[in-house]
């Protein structure tokens, strides 16, 4: 049987990292398998769900690039189907429609908190005087007696009591069908082998597979992993930063990178760290998911992040950089390649946000010098230096890394002063600030009467310091 697993969110919100982990290994799964992966959106909640979180939602997909098979399934677009099935359970007697008020039901709830008994809501609704106006919901007839059991391929045998389980609602008074419903008609009909979600969802899992067993529908094989937790320990929140995965776009990160850090969130292939795609898709394995929590480490993501800037072909990085530029309102028309920019910026920074923000300067010219590096640096004894390495720049005809780099050494020699004398004055120069690659493989990436325009306005602000003394 050919592979089918899905990522089935609900939109109320953004793609949150939990939900793009559970994603991905489902898609990882499909792609080792040459099997098929799902992406549906789960709307059922229509006070909830908006379009904005459906965006939201197949924005953080496609920058993530784990696109579904197919087309994108709308549950909303099937309730016609759902109301067939609700109809079959009816017809089979294996549902009823159920006319409690809901202020009935509050009293009935109260009744059973503080006696502890289930609610027996066939008996209440027998008793109740009803016409073809009487408003009602249709609750699916759970077993009264013995338990749910599967076998989760990361937590094990799992068994849950169908005392546990209430009659639950299939199909509100409103004609809309319920989450746990939708979810079983999709997965059968959709073929699904294999459901990978969250811990969280155990107890719907249970639920899920009474109604698979009341059809004598095939029932896929579930995964249940663990939670992510912040770096603290606590349940990852809002409070931990960025959890939205857009976010991380936002903050810098490759999607590359996010993805080989996701995935190694509970689980590993030996004591392998990175992995390109292709790896993940020949080693990645259910059986091998930890069931034990994860802690989110923002140290190890930009760790992560730093080697696949490196490891990545620049050219492919630059694509991500350019995003950041455009939105630091940095124009890259007129400058060097971008590629150049991340093979000389990629081992000082952690994010393609910090590359930019350090790189504007090989894109346009800068409001002012950074005022610690130039009151330390564009001292009075600069001003010959900067004369000097001006005059031997203009002399160069053939603008390479090797011909600037023997201008600056031959005003160091002229002068007989040291490397630093020469490079820091001129790198505040160029740059406006105390911090950039080499010399020479960055003055090679700007336009040189651009450099020798900046060295003047240096000279000229080392001037006026020098007459306000």
């Not at 039901?105 to 609610?119: F, K, P, T």
């Not at 080693?283 to 930009?302: C, G, V, W």
């Amino acid at each position: 049987m050919s592979t089918v697993t899905r990522f089935a969110p609900s939109p109320t919100g953004y793609l949150h990292v939990g939900g793009a982990r559970t994603a991905l290994y489902s898609w990882l799964y499909a792609k080792k398998n040459n099997g098929k992966f799902i992406l549906r959106i789960e709307d059922t909640d229509l006070e909830r769900s908006t379009p904005e979180a459906v965006q939201a939602i197949l924005d953080g997909m496609s920058w993530l690039g784990m696109e579904g098979d197919g087309e994108i399934f709308y549950q909303t677009k099937r309730f016609d189907l759902y109301k067939e099935y609700v109809q079959k359970l009816l017809d089979q007697e294996k549902a009823y429609k159920c006319y409690i008020s809901k202020e009935r039901l509050e009293e009935l709830r109260e009744q059973s908190e503080a006696s502890g008994e289930r609610i027996d809501y066939e008996a209440e609704n027998a008793s109740i005087e009803k016409n073809e106006e009487t408003p009602f919901v249709v609750r699916f007839r759970n077993p009264k007696t013995g338990s749910v059991k599967w076998v989760d391929t990361v937590r094990g045998e799992m068994e849950i009591s169908n005392e546990e389980m209430d009659d639950m609602i299939i199909l509100r008074s409103d004609g809309s069908p319920t989450y746990n419903f939708c979810v079983v008609i999709d997965d059968w009909q959709m073929g699904m082998t294999h459901v990978i979600r969250g811990e969280d969802h155990l107890i719907n899992t249970a639920k899920q597979i009474n109604i698979f067993e009341a059809f004598g529908a095939a029932v896929p094989t579930y995964a249940h992993c663990s939670m992510i937790l912040g770096d603290d320990g606590k349940k990852l929140s809002k409070r931990h930063g960025a959890v939205g995965v857009m976010q991380y776009r936002d903050d810098g990160y490759l999607p590359q990178a996010l993805i080989n850090y996701l995935v190694r969130l509970g689980w590993s292939h030996g004591d392998q760290e990175v992995f390109t795609l292709e790896e993940l898709f020949e080693h990645f394995d259910i059986n091998a998911i930890n069931n034990s929590a994860s802690a989110f480490n923002t140290e190890k993501l930009n760790w992560m992040n730093q080697q696949y800037m490196k490891l990545l072909p620049a050219e492919e990085v630059a694509q991500h950089l350019k995003w950041h530029f455009e939105n630091q309102g940095v124009d890259t028309t007129n400058g060097p390649e971008l590629s150049a920019i991340v093979e000389i910026q990629a081992e000082r920074v952690k994010t393609l946000k910090e590359m930019a923000e350090i790189s504007a300067y090989f894109y346009q010219d800068f409001e002012s010098l950074d005022e610690k590096a130039a009151k330390k640096h564009l001292r009075p004894v600069a001003k010959q230096p900067l004369q000097t390495v001006a005059t031997k720049l203009a002399q160069v005809t053939d603008w390479t890394a090797e011909n600037i780099q023997a201008a600056i050494n031959a005003t160091a020699e002229e002068l007989e002063v040291g490397m630093g004398k020469v490079g820091m004055p001129l790198r505040i120069a160029a740059t406006g600030g105390g911090n950039s690659p080499s010399l020479d493989v960055t003055l090679v990436l700007m336009d040189k009467d651009k450099v020798l325009s900046r060295i003047n306005d240096a000279i000229a602000f080392v001037e006026a310091r020098e007459a306000a003394q």
